[in-house]
C-alpha cells in the first residue's frame, strides 16, 4: 500500500488549499482515511477523518468550519479542502490509512493508523 499526499504550498492567512492523498495497492473508499500534520517542535496532530462505515467525517476542533475531508472513490482518492487557512495551520500534512476496522474515537488516534503517505509541506504566511 502507498499513500501519495499532494497541493501543500505557500499561501497568504485567508487563502485556501486543497490537499490529495491518492493510494495504490488498495481501495481507499473501504478504509477509514485521516490527516494529520506536523509544526516543526511539535508532536503530530489529528486534522480530519472519514471513516469507511457511512463515511463519517470527524475534525479537530482548531479547523471545523473550514476543512473539509471527501472522497472521490472514482480515483482512489480522499481529499482534504482547507479554507480560510491560518498561520497555525502550518505543517507537514500527511494522510494515512489503517489494515483494520477503526472506531469513531480511534480515527482521530495516529497509533491507529499503518500506511502513512510522505507528507506535504503548507506554509501559510500571516
Not at 32 to 44: C, D, H, I, S, T
Not at 69 to 96: F, H, W
Not at 110 to 122: A, I, L, P, S
Request: glycine share 12%.
Amino acid at each position: 500500500v502507498q499513500l501519495q499526499a499532494s497541493g501543500g504550498g505557500l499561501v497568504q492567512a485567508g487563502d485556501s488549499l486543497r490537499l490529495s492523498c491518492v493510494a495504490s495497492g488498495r481501495t481507499l473508499s473501504t478504509y477509514v482515511v485521516g490527516w494529520f500534520r506536523q509544526a516543526p517542535g511539535k508532536e503530530r496532530e489529528f486534522v480530519a477523518a472519514v471513516r469507511r462505515s457511512q463515511g463519517h467525517t470527524y475534525y479537530a476542533d482548531s479547523v471545523k468550519g473550514r476543512f473539509t475531508i471527501s472522497r472521490d472513490n472514482a480515483k482512489n482518492t480522499v481529499y482534504l479542502q482547507m479554507s480560510n487557512l491560518k498561520p497555525e495551520d502550518t505543517g507537514i500534512y500527511y494522510c494515512a490509512t489503517s489494515s483494520f476496522p477503526v472506531g469513531p474515537g480511534q480515527a482521530l488516534d495516529f497509533r491507529e493508523y499503518n500506511y502513512w503517505g510522505q507528507g506535504t509541506q503548507v506554509t501559510v504566511s500571516s
